[in-house]
C-alpha cells in the first residue's frame, strides 16, 4: 500500500516549457487536490477533484491545468513555466469530508 | 476570505516541558479543525482531528482544544521529546465545502 505517490521528486525547467506532475493514490479516495509551498505562506491549493472526471479551481488557479481521466490519479500541468511558479508541489488525497488528508512526498520545481 | 493564523516565530522549548500552539482563524467557524505535523522535505502527517461541537481531543501526548468563541485552537505536546521538532500546520474544513485550508505553520524546536 504506497498511499499517494508524487512524480518526479524534482524537476527544473526553464521559464516557457511545459511539464505534467502525476500524483497516484492507491486508497481509492474520491477527492484529491493540488497545494504549493512557499516559505511563510503555508500550503495555498490549486486545483481539486471531488470524483473522477471533475475538476475545480483553489485558491492559486492561474497557470495550471489540471485533469482526473482516472479516479486514482490527478494531474497538474504547467503549460508555459514561470519563475513564479519555483515552489514545492504537494497532491493529497481525502476519502470524505472530513477525514484525514493523505499527502504525497511533494515535488520540488525550479524554473529558470 | 477566511484566513488562518498560526505563530510564524518558531517556538523553542526543553525537553520534557510542555508545548503549545496556537491556531486562531477569521470569520466564522470551521466544521472540522486538524492538526499536520511536516517535517523537512516531507509531505504533511496528520495528527489529529476535531469537529466544532468538541472541546478537546487527546491522542497518547497530544491535546488539542477547539474555542469557536475566541476561534482558536491551542495544540499542545505534554512530555516534549527532541523528535517531536518539525512544522506544526492547523488545517480548517467547512460544512458543505471540499477544501482544507492550511495555515502556514510553527516550527518548534525540542532541545535535550
Not at chain 2, 472540522?32 to 461541537?53: A, M, S
Request: hydrophobic share 35%; net charge positive.
Amino acid at each position: 500500500n504506497a498511499g499517494v505517490t508524487q512524480t518526479p521528486k524534482f524537476r527544473v525547467l526553464k521559464t516557457g516549457q511545459s511539464m505534467t506532475l502525476l500524483c497516484a493514490q492507491d486508497m481509492n479516495h474520491e477527492y484529491m487536490y493540488w497545494y504549493r509551498q512557499d516559505p511563510g505562506m503555508g500550503l495555498r491549493l490549486i486545483h481539486y477533484s471531488v470524483g473522477e472526471g471533475t475538476t475545480a479551481k483553489g485558491e492559486v488557479p492561474d497557470g495550471y491545468n489540471v485533469s482526473r481521466l482516472k479516479k486514482q490519479n490527478f494531474l497538474l500541468g504547467l503549460e508555459s513555466a514561470a519563475p513564479s511558479q519555483t515552489s514545492v508541489y504537494f497532491c493529497a488525497s481525502i476519502l470524505s469530508v472530513g477525514s484525514e488528508a493523505f499527502f504525497g512526498q511533494g515535488t520540488r520545481l525550479t524554473v529558470v | 476570505s477566511q484566513k488562518i493564523e498560526q505563530n510564524s516565530e518558531a517556538l523553542n522549548i526543553q525537553e520534557g516541558k510542555t508545548a503549545t500552539l496556537t491556531c486562531n482563524y477569521t470569520n466564522y467557524s470551521p466544521a472540522y479543525l486538524q492538526w499536520y505535523r511536516q517535517d523537512p522535505g516531507r509531505g504533511p502527517v496528520f495528527l489529529l482531528l476535531i469537529r466544532e461541537n468538541e472541546k478537546e481531543k487527546r491522542k497518547e501526548r497530544l491535546k488539542v482544544t477547539f474555542d469557536t468563541t475566541l476561534k482558536q485552537s491551542l495544540f499542545h505536546i505534554t512530555a516534549s521529546q527532541p523528535a517531536d521538532s518539525a512544522t506544526y500546520l492547523c488545517a480548517l474544513e467547512y460544512t458543505g465545502g471540499f477544501k482544507t485550508i492550511f495555515g502556514a505553520g510553527t516550527r518548534l524546536f525540542v532541545k535535550a
